[in-house]
């Protein structure tokens, strides 16, 4: 009786299984940032300081700066036509200083350009590129992409010298979802004619914004009369206020279509659009996203239970096997070693062989040769025919 | 030299009388102008290969058919053979023999995933020591039968034996065909490999297998555990870094005990691990430190912001691993417990009595409460916190829950390997996807050198599935593949439209292709002027 009770186990476990269960879609367990200015000069002070006040939003709401990639072109903070050394504000009461002791720049001054971004992006970096300034994200990451700078017509300029297209977001985006290196962006951007950014992106999972609509402006809020310069875009502004009256902290519900729903024609002063399209689920799955999901670093905690007393046996039972295999580790090594004394005589020699100076890179090393040998023989030949052709003229 | 005179010639000729035809050409001059608009083209279609080959983007043939079979999962059907071989020592061999005849037969009949093939095997009798000694070879299990009172099974905890213990009367007859005893150790075996069955069938689910190759399917609830399991578990990497942090919320204590605490409490696991992962350590003090969140007693949404990820210096970017963090927070603050949240409300019962939660792919946060003068956390104060980090490091490695230690291990190996071919796998799909994508993507050679390494190792790893060499393969062509799609040269300008090249050459070479194009139109025309006149002279003295 007792086998036939077990056995029936597996039986009923078997029936209950069905074809096909639909695989639920997975939450996300880390967010990032990636906040761009692209723009240089003093007179696009508030440029700086847009990005820098999201900047600060994201922090406070828990992103850590190991997961926030901040570009700033120039340094107003120390520019010399700064009446506020070392500060940047983002308001003309100058209440908080942007800058601060306590911010991490990633991408600084000329290595802010198109290329890198783009590289950013897709993480088609360099052995060398610290893993501060690589987004090292996955499927499981949300990610916040916001943009500020000079644009127009599906076009923005990164630091009045190239511009990226929209048509290279879209496929840099592409990339990423190919390589599952997201699990759902918002895409914030913060310029003239910003809609049209966003307008050729076709991945999965995007749920788009921009400022103003194809050829409209996107305008500052108000200008510092003692820094000089406007301080804050209209767009940015009413953002951060949303964010800082209605998102508090991070346990805030307020849904992203709240967010979108503030924006208004009269206090932006352009039609700022949204895009859900892309996102499974459509707008309606869209709007429902929590603003922290991208804004902020929520993530599901698992508290432990009770405390699990077979740990200690484990434990126990664990450094015995270890002895177990560090004996037999040893026994190993002793006989590899036996192997390695007679691999070390021969060593010496290769030694010798490569002490003698070579190209950082072997490759194409002759094809680089032919091509010089045939440039030279070609000039030389050049040269001997047109001696040739000179002399029967003589 | 003599053009221009010939030309000026040409224009007063003009201006004197219309009627006047210019002064004939020499023939000299006529040849030396055919040579010199002859040259100049000359040179023109002898750079036009040198501009062609020069200014096309590169891309090296990559085998698409083959590699979008490996995304789909066509070209390789993970199978895990896993042999287990039964003792029975005090067993006939022919006893013996029709007892593993029927076991596997039960075993085929509950098998409903053909990926993760149980297979016995009988092993010589010998002595336990012997066997668990070279139990290197690809053997996943032992059973030990043992004569006993009753039928029961134990897991041995420090080697993978499964000791059955069964009454003798039991033994199969060898004319029966079903054995109680038989359906006993077949359907011991499957709760046994239960979990890792139903992980592996997740990935594959979750991956693009073509449907045949799938597992039955699982329950929406066993595939949210599971889930929730590879929500936890990092992605794997060959290193971690581990961050030991003590912070209080006061000026003590000032110093701890880590480096013993981790000696005795943790080593024996990485150890453990190490053929799987290595592990480099680091640890930091951090006095006065706030938490994210200041109330008191702490509710389980206060708990995800807790860690105050700005002000705490978490991520130190040491070398290229991962990073898991483990904290140690002293403070007066507990968690308390709440309002049962939503999802599971047997969770908010069992907070009252922890001090711990984990943070999915992240690491783990343990709240110490001292005596407030205490200025050193001691080594006995550390057990606890240790082996709770302990524990969650073993999950956030994504370590099975069942089982004992020796086969979770071996069946973390197989998972993760399973979890790398899959990962390589979906990396060369996508490549092979983005270079149709994307015609004007440069793809270097050594993308191409990279796919074929990583072809290569996916073979070898899909022939050793399960054992030591299928992980080492599995891990050498995820490697390849990543570095493959992240090849470094594979970025720059990728939309660049026909209208931004003619607006970059015309007016580069239009300038220079009009009096080219308008000489070389001369020269034909006077040809077949002269050949007509030729002819035509041909003719006359014919004629005459």
Redesign the interface.
Known sequence: MRLSSLLRVPALFAAALFAAAPVAQAEHTSNWAVLVSTSRFWFNYRHLANVLSIYRTVKRLGIPDSQIILMLPDDMACNPRNAFPGTVYSNADRAVDLYGDNIEVDYRGYEVTVENFIRLLTDRVGDEMPRSKRLLTDDRSNILVYMTGHGGNEFLKFQDAEEIGAFDLADAFEQMWEKKRYHEILFMIDTCQANTMYSKLYSPNIIATGSSELDQSSYSHHADNDVGVAVIDRYTYYNLEFLETEVRDTSSKKTVGDLFDSYTYEKIHSHAGVRYDLFRGGEEEARSRLVTDFFGNVQNVEVDGSKNTTLEEDLLSLSRTIAALQQKAEEEEQAARQNTTEAVKSKPMAHHKTQFAKPLTDENWWTKKIFGATALAGCALLWGISSFLEAPGK | MTEPTVVAGAVIASDKSTRKPPPPEKASDVRRRTWVILSFWFIVLCLLPIWWRTTTIYRANLPLDEMLEWADGKACRPVFPLRISIQADALQEQEAQNLLRLTQHALDD?N?FSGHHLRLQLSPPSTVEHQ??DRDDDTALIIRLVPGEF?SSTLD???PILDITYPPNTIPSPTSSSS?LA??VA?QL??TFAEEQAIISYLL??NSMP?EH?P?????E???SL?KR???SL?YAPTYHLTFSLFTSGPLPSSWDIEAAIDS?MR??L??LSPIHNFTIDTQVQLYASP?VQSQILN??????F?N???WP??P?IG?A?TINFILFVGNQT?GSTAPSSDNPD?AT??T??S???????GTVYLLSLPPSSPHVSLATLK?PL??F??HLLSLTGTPQSG???LRLSTLARIRSADLLLRAS??LG?LA??SL??PSIAIP?SVADGVQKTMAHLRLACETLGGAEGLAHARIAEAEAERA????S??????FPDEHKIAVYLPLLGPMAVPLAMGLLNIVKEWTKRRREKKERGVEKKNV
């Open positions: 509950l409903d668990s000694r039928t905890p420090y080697a109680s359906a006993y359907s499957r709760t689910s979750t449907t799938r039955q399917g699982l329950t929406p066993a595939a949210e889930s590879t929500t936890r992605k409490y024996p696991v150890d453990v994210g389980k949404e206060d708990l995800s912001s860690v990820a700005a002000e978490l991520s970017s290229g991962p968690i969770d069992n907070i009595t922890t711990s939660w984990l943070l999915p792919q992240w606890q082996l709770t302990t524990s004992s230690l020796p979906s990396t996508s996807r983005l994508a994307l050679g799609f992240f090849e470094k594979m970025v720059g300008q990728l939309y």
